[in-house]
């Protein structure tokens, strides 16, 4: 097999879009991706190609596991949903009051929604952390818990690149009184038939691709404002964010990174997954969330110059708002998802009730979507 056997279909009228994936590992780097549409809850589109490791020995299938890194918040927050659905959680009311150790350090007013919108101030661990920490479920949670916000919660907009998954999920635990896996397992994964899941061990598939940097830079889609942020200030709230502990940055094909639970980052899915997630929430009447909610999912509920992405961006509930960048031009005026650094995406636009997924094993320096998603959805749309 070579890197250029594309493998997959496309529905009659969709056929451009093999040209345009296949020029993703032409001339924007690819070396092994998938990308899946559904549309009025068929998949229409499931497309990959590459191998699973760098050596190229493995092929890359369609239900192949990578990680997605951040895209993992959004299958998070739909749990968060699915637990207000419940009548579990009220997105209003004091974290605390399901979990009183979250109370310290001034977090006491805090509420799940201020999680969901990244207006929390919990971006990051104030004091130096050990390396091994985010392996450890509990004892991540409990650090989380007696962290004091970087600033008055409520007051800016600042997204939380790692400790969105260990607040959030701490807090769903012990709201609904399950585990985490097992929210996901009875929620999603057994409804919708997905692959993957947090972690990358004990799933469905088993095929797991290693990922890594692509080998030539893509031209970024805007400024890579956090780079710089990081380098001006090595202590401060962006740095601190994104590399402490080191850990968080390093050793994503390991089997300790593989084997935890870090629902914020680790989250290891096929394009499929992605798909079939947002398909779901893009129909009229979606099977794993109320409409209502969906709804609330996608309704604007802060917006401005994040503090720690160094740009302009909307959150609903939990879920990036579609933007008017290029590198966030997901679906229509109603669109929602969730980019992954490095460049996976996974998105709903519910007007044309249509999911999309794309995950790629070779990963790009842009946190929100780059060349090859970018140059996928304007096909997809261009045909549409």
Same mark, same amino acid.
């Given at each position: 097999?070579?890197?250029?056997?594309?493998?997959?279909?496309?529905?009659?009228?969709?056929?451009?879009?093999?040209?345009?994936?296949?020029?993703?590992?032409?001339?924007?780097?690819?070396?092994?991706?998938?990308?899946?549409?559904?549309?009025?809850?068929?998949?229409?589109?499931?497309?990959?190609?590459?191998?699973?490791?760098?050596?190229?020995?493995?092929?890359?299938?369609?239900?192949?596991?990578?990680?997605?890194?951040?895209?993992?918040?959004?299958?998070?927050?739909?749990?968060?949903?699915?637990?207000?659905?419940?009548?579990?959680?009220?997105?209003?009311?004091?974290?605390?009051?399901?979990?009183?150790?979250?109370?310290?350090?001034?977090?006491?007013?805090?509420?799940?929604?201020?999680?969901?919108?990244?207006?929390?101030?919990?971006?990051?661990?104030?004091?130096?952390?050990?390396?091994?920490?985010?392996?450890?479920?509990?004892?991540?949670?409990?650090?989380?818990?007696?962290?004091?916000?970087?600033?008055?919660?409520?007051?800016?907009?600042?997204?939380?690149?790692?400790?969105?998954?260990?607040?959030?999920?701490?807090?769903?635990?012990?709201?609904?009184?399950?585990?985490?896996?097992?929210?996901?397992?009875?929620?999603?994964?057994?409804?919708?038939?997905?692959?993957?899941?947090?972690?990358?061990?004990?799933?469905?598939?088993?095929?797991?691709a290693d990922v890594g940097p692509l080998k030539?830079?893509?031209?970024?889609?805007?400024?890579?404002?956090?780079?710089? %942020?990081?380098?001006?200030?090595?202590?401060?709230?962006?740095?601190?964010?994104?590399?402490?502990?080191?850990?968080?940055?390093?050793?994503?094909?390991?089997?300790?990174?593989?084997?935890?639970?870090?629902? %914020?980052?680790?989250g290891h899915f096929s394009a499929r997954d992605?798909? %079939?997630?947002?398909?779901?929430?893009?129909?009229?009447?979606?099977?794993?969330l109320p409409a209502e909610l969906v709804r609330?999912?996608?309704?604007?509920?802060?917006?401005?110059?994040?503090?720690?992405?160094?740009?302009?961006?909307?959150?609903?509930?939990?879920?990036?708002?579609?933007?008017?960048? %290029?590198?966030?031009?997901?679906?229509?005026?109603?669109?929602?998802?969730?980019?992954?650094?490095?460049?996976?995406?996974?998105?709903?636009?519910?007007?044309?009730?249509?999911?999309?997924?794309?995950?790629?094993? &070779?990963?790009?320096?842009?946190?929100?979507?780059? &060349?090859?998603?970018?140059?996928?959805?304007?096909?997809?749309?261009?045909?549409?």
């Amino acid at each position: 097999m070579t890197l250029m056997e594309i493998h997959g279909f496309c529905a009659p009228g969709f056929e451009p879009l093999y040209d345009t994936f296949a020029e993703n590992f032409r001339h924007c780097g690819d070396t092994g991706a998938a990308f899946a549409v559904r549309q009025h809850g068929e998949l229409i589109i499931s497309l990959w190609a590459g191998s699973v490791d760098r050596e190229s020995r493995e092929p890359y299938t369609e239900d192949t596991l990578a990680n997605v890194f951040s895209s993992s918040k959004g299958v998070l927050a739909l749990l968060a949903l699915q637990q207000v659905a419940a009548c579990e959680l009220d997105l209003d009311r004091p974290v605390a009051d399901y979990w009183p150790e979250f109370a310290a350090a001034g977090k006491e007013a805090v509420t799940p929604r201020q999680l969901l919108c990244h207006r929390a101030g919990l971006i990051a661990f104030r004091e130096k952390v050990a390396d091994d920490l985010i392996y450890d479920w509990a004892a991540a949670c409990a650090q989380v818990a007696a962290t004091e916000p970087w600033w008055t919660p409520g007051s800016r907009q600042g997204y939380s690149p790692f400790l969105f998954g260990w607040s959030l999920g701490g807090l769903l635990e012990r709201a609904s009184g399950q585990s985490l896996p097992e929210l996901y397992r009875q929620g999603l994964a057994e409804p919708l038939g997905l692959d993957g899941g947090f972690g990358a061990l004990g799933h469905k598939s088993t095929r797991i691709a290693d990922v890594g940097p692509l080998k030539k830079p893509l031209p970024e889609l805007r400024e890579n404002a956090v780079g710089r %942020a990081i380098k001006e200030e090595r202590g401060g709230p962006v740095a601190m964010a994104f590399t402490n502990p080191v850990s968080l940055m390093m050793g994503t094909n390991s089997r300790e990174w593989r084997g935890a639970v870090i629902p %914020a980052a680790n989250g290891h899915f096929s394009a499929r997954d992605l798909a %079939a997630i947002y398909g779901d929430l893009a129909l009229d009447a979606p099977s794993c969330l109320p409409a209502e909610l969906v709804r609330e999912a996608g309704r604007k509920q802060s917006r401005g110059q994040d503090a720690i992405l160094q740009a302009d961006v909307g959150f609903g509930a939990g879920f990036v708002l579609r933007g008017s960048s %290029a590198d966030l031009r997901f679906g229509g005026p109603r669109g929602f998802g969730h980019p992954g650094a490095g460049g996976s995406v996974g998105f709903a636009d519910p007007e044309r009730e249509l999911g999309c997924g794309y995950v790629t094993t &070779r990963l790009g320096q842009s946190l929100f979507m780059d &060349r090859r998603s970018a140059n996928l959805v304007e096909q997809l749309y261009g045909v549409l």
